[in-house]
């Protein structure tokens, strides 16, 4: 009897594959004091919105194409949230 001995390979495809960009942008944080702010933003801050709510952080960002907004992170007991206004004291997206 003569013995047959078949293999057989299957292609397998390379998974880790080349690095690939991820677009980002640019952008300075930097702290301010909430004293600091913007007196339309602290006018926002006292507005019906937020009147229960207290600056917990605030943080002046400027984008690559050097758009400004401040970033404050609110705190109300236990909850939290994140607002972004401009210097006039407008919702930023």
Request: aromatic letters at 8%; hydrophobic letters at 40%.
């Amino acid at each position: 009897m003569l013995g047959i001995c078949l293999t057989f390979s299957a292609p397998v495809a390379d998974v880790s594959g080349a690095p690939f960009a991820v677009p980002s942008v640019e952008q300075s944080k930097v702290a301010v004091r909430p004293e600091d702010l913007p007196e339309a933003v602290k006018t926002t801050l006292t507005g019906d919105g937020y009147a229960d709510w207290k600056v917990a952080s605030a943080y002046l960002i400027t984008r690559e194409n050097n758009a400004q907004y401040y970033e404050i992170n609110l705190k109300k007991g236990e909850e939290t949230t994140i607002v972004s206004l401009d210097k006039y004291g407008r919702k930023v997206d």
